[in-house]
């Protein structure tokens, strides 16, 4: 048995037997509070960083005028939504993902405080739902009227995708073609609102203090496929610090510590501030703000640089190509590169479907450390 089919395996059994349980716990409402919208958005940092933004046209809306609005999110990006996002919500039920899904305990208490709520409207925007989880809290909540996005099937199977289909009053249908998920999201609330929004990329409140004259470095990955090697990051770190002679933070995780002091070894002492683990998200999207410019992989940092328009290089092997990357060309001071493979394969047309396909493997280590300097030194010279 392969790796892939053993995960495919344990994920049926979680399927299975969530699908049983939960309806021992989630009753069905007679009555509902009037005025009252559950909004659902569980996914990872950078997603809450291209949907973030409705909330507050959501909050304004003719439509949900007065309306007492509760989000679900993930407890990865609590600090950053008390931080910017708390004006606009009501209430806030927190959720942590893995243990939502494997722990039946921690499971039925939240499945319990969601049906509880009786809300006349919940709404989860996502476009690659999950039965196990957005699907699922849509389920628990028993909505006079719950709203969803038709989707695709990417992330399950279509027999339990039909199945949630069925715990929604209303499904859109948003453009299959791949689009950058900013404009998903956008697309879906002006159905919602029968409104046109006049917003075009993510942004956040967030005040630029007096620029700090360093170079931000976020190495670390959600996945080894999308981890370009550290050897490559001090590399380019070293070459830009012999000719710009900035100062180099480098931040991300706690887990990725360990990245960092091999950065800091191998530039010359003094240079390197390793502060993984030590900022908030709060905390590192004014440290982004205010920084000359970012380097990184695909993660949340990425995002958060765009939506502070702080210029970034981000390095990419390529999946999901145009969906969260890369943003729309009227953000000049965002770059992405990718592995040379993979843009050949993207534009071969026959090609395209694999290499942008979520299992396609193309090597980030094809990106040379020259092409990713060649990028953050025409951003460094056009600032």
């Not at 949907?51 to 439509?63: A, G, P």
């Not at 709520?117 to 476009?127: G, K, T």
């Not at 039965?131 to 009227?145: E, P, R, T, V």
């Not at 900035?246 to 070894?265: D, H, N, S, T, Y």
């Amino acid at each position: 048995m392969s790796i892939k089919q053993y995960f495919r395996i344990r994920h049926l059994f979680h399927l299975l037997k969530n699908l049983l349980l939960d309806k021992f716990v989630i009753k069905s409402h007679q009555n509902f509070k009037e005025k009252t919208l559950l909004l659902i958005k569980t996914e990872a940092i950078g997603d809450y960083i291209l949907y973030r933004n409705f909330i507050e046209v959501v909050k304004k809306s003719h439509r949900f005028a007065g309306y007492r609005l509760v989000l679900i999110g993930n407890e990865l990006w609590k600090d950053m939504a008390l931080a910017y996002d708390a004006k606009f919500i009501d209430e806030f039920i927190w959720i942590k993902r893995n243990a939502f899904v494997k722990d039946w305990t921690y499971r039925k208490q939240i499945l319990q405080q969601v049906n509880q709520l009786q809300v006349e409207f919940a709404i989860q925007a996502n476009y690659s739902r999950e039965f196990l989880i957005g699907d699922s809290l849509i389920n628990a909540s028993q909505a006079k009227y719950s709203i969803g996005s038709k989707g695709d099937r990417l992330n399950e199977w279509p027999i339990f995708k039909a199945i949630a289909d069925d715990w929604y009053s209303t499904l859109l249908t948003v453009n299959d073609a791949v689009v950058f998920e900013f404009d998903k999201n956008k697309v879906f609330f002006e159905a919602v609102l029968n409104a046109s929004i006049d917003l075009h990329l993510p942004s956040f409140p967030v005040l630029k203090t007096q620029e700090t004259r360093e170079i931000i470095c976020f190495p670390g990955a959600g996945e080894a496929i999308k981890q370009w090697p550290i050897s490559n990051f001090a590399a380019l770190l070293l070459q830009l610090y012999q000719q710009y002679q900035l100062p180099i933070r480098v931040c991300g995780a706690a887990k990725e510590f360990e990245m960092g002091e091999q950065i800091k070894k191998a530039l010359p002492a003094g240079t390197v501030s390793n502060d993984c683990g030590k900022t908030s998200l709060p905390e590192l999207c004014e440290a982004i703000a205010s920084a000359s410019i970012l380097i990184t992989n695909d993660s949340s940092a990425f995002h958060i640089a765009a939506a502070v328009k702080t210029p970034v290089v981000c390095v990419l092997m390529g999946r999901h190509y145009g969906r969260f990357a890369p943003y729309p060309a009227t953000a000049n001071w965002i770059k992405t590169i990718y592995p040379t493979q993979f843009l050949k394969l993207l534009h071969h047309q026959q090609l395209e479907v694999k290499a942008t396909d979520f299992d396609a493997v193309v090597s980030i280590n094809e990106i040379t450390v020259e092409a990713v300097f060649e990028q953050v030194n025409a951003l460094l010279v056009k600032a």
